[in-house]
């Protein structure tokens, strides 16, 4: 269980992004966060993440949840791959040897371990952050719009960790695609406007979404051409 109580965060001396948020959230359960774009979507994954502090209010983590998916901000590029995984498999209490066994064998990216991550590419270090996120043990796994990233090969590595990991852990992802939450997600929150409300069914989610996103407008008829 995650417990958000009167929960508020604002950009400096902008409108609050998250405004009194007051909800009980499954930490168990695969829950889609659904919003519009700038709703507060990553702003809520980072808050529940720690990665932010809120304006005000508070959260009550009842589980262990891991950083969003993909975050490489505690990557050191001076260090190796092999010593940012060590790194990251310590803080979270788990064997370095399985968690760099893991990423190396998903990425196959094992004979860059004694490299400086600096020498791999930009793909290479997002697959690797996607792979670690996937290899440490959390009770929910937080994410950030995706999933899943790269070349096909590897997202389908991903998906499949994905359904691995929501066999016994829980799924938190934040979605603008209603398509999204319905595949893979049993319940969700809806944020509005810097209001959230939660379903304990996603279909009743998604449909509340729906409802709220603005009805596009037809293209204007192009103008029949005029003689000369």
């Not at 975050?71 to 990251?88: D, E, H, K, V």
Request: with cysteine; glycine share 8%.
């Amino acid at each position: 269980m995650i417990r958000l109580q009167s929960l508020t965060y604002a950009y400096r001396k902008g409108a609050p992004v998250i405004d009194g948020l007051t909800v009980d959230l499954p930490s168990d359960r695969r829950l889609a966060i659904l919003g519009a774009q700038q709703s507060g979507k990553t702003t809520l994954v980072q808050l529940l993440a720690g990665l932010i502090t809120p304006s005000s209010g508070s959260i009550e983590r009842l589980a262990r949840l891991s950083f969003p998916a993909g975050y490489q901000r505690g990557f050191r590029m001076a260090s190796t791959l092999g010593q940012n995984i060590t790194f990251a498999a310590k803080i979270y209490g788990a064997d370095a040897d399985e968690v760099i066994g893991f990423v190396a064998d998903v990425t196959g990216l094992g004979a860059m371990v004694d490299r400086p991550l600096r020498d791999l590419s930009v793909q290479d270090r997002m697959n690797t952050s996607f792979a670690l996120t996937y290899a440490l043990p959390f009770d929910t796994y937080l994410f950030d719009n995706t999933f899943t990233v790269g070349e096909p090969d590897f997202r389908a590595k991903c998906l499949a960790m994905f359904e691995a990991r929501s066999r016994t852990s829980g799924m938190i992802v934040a979605t603008k695609f209603a398509r999204t939450a319905s595949q893979f997600c049993d319940c969700a929150l809806v944020l509005i406007k810097g209001q959230a409300t939660y379903y304990d069914n996603v279909a009743q989610g998604v449909a509340a979404y729906e409802q709220s996103l603005p009805v596009a407008q037809p293209k204007p008829a192009a103008e029949a051409p005029t003689g000369a």
